[in-house]
């Protein structure tokens, strides 16, 4: 399941760098432990990737707080993506992705649904992976 949603997000962003012409600038929303997706994501020469979290697990990882977001991390970002976040952060991360005009991806808990009210994301079923998205 995380190499297939891993494999949409790099799909996406290689097809929009070669719209765009130029690097794709994915974030990745509250990144706590689990970095596998950003870190293989991070590899392709066609991705500025960037990770924040409230408290990072290490220096690789930006400090943002999602309710009083420091908006400079996200400018210029095409896709923001978040793997199980809380629902109450859910929809200050999609307030993110109104602000920056970028496609938005979130990952909720296997059983969970979302806590946006302010937007429809739509389900979106990608080989094994299912995820909700609202793009741009």
Same mark, same amino acid.
């Not at 990745?28 to 066609?46: A, D, H, M």
């Given at each position: 399941?995380? =190499?297939?949603?891993?494999?949409?997000? +790099? !799909?996406?962003?290689?097809?929009?760098? @070669?719209?765009?012409?130029? !690097?794709?600038? /994915?974030?990745?929303? %509250?990144?706590? =432990?689990?970095?596998?997706?950003? !870190?293989? +994501?991070?590899?392709?020469?066609?991705?500025?990737?960037?990770?924040? #979290? &409230?408290? *990072?697990?290490?220096? %690789?990882?930006?400090?943002? #707080?999602?309710?009083?977001?420091?908006?400079? &991390?996200?400018? #210029?970002? #095409? &896709? +923001?993506?978040? /793997?199980?976040?809380?629902?109450?952060?859910?929809?200050?991360?999609? =307030?993110?992705?109104?602000?920056?005009?970028?496609?938005?991806?979130?990952? *909720?808990?296997?059983? @969970?649904?979302?806590?946006? !009210?302010?937007?429809?994301?739509?389900?979106?079923?990608?080989?094994?992976?299912?995820?909700? &998205?609202? @793009?741009?």
């Amino acid at each position: 399941m995380w =190499k297939d949603l891993e494999e949409y997000i +790099l !799909k996406s962003a290689i097809e929009n760098s @070669e719209r765009t012409g130029k !690097k794709t600038k /994915i974030v990745e929303i %509250g990144v706590g =432990k689990f970095q596998t997706i950003s !870190k293989n +994501l991070s590899k392709n020469e066609k991705i500025d990737l960037m990770m924040t #979290d &409230i408290d *990072p697990a290490n220096e %690789g990882i930006v400090k943002d #707080d999602v309710f009083n977001p420091n908006m400079s &991390i996200y400018e #210029d970002a #095409d &896709i +923001l993506f978040s /793997i199980r976040p809380p629902g109450e952060l859910q929809e200050a991360i999609m =307030k993110i992705s109104n602000q920056v005009n970028a496609t938005l991806i979130i990952k *909720p808990l296997f059983n @969970e649904d979302l806590n946006i !009210k302010t937007q429809k994301m739509k389900l979106k079923n990608y080989n094994r992976a299912s995820f909700y &998205i609202y @793009e741009k």
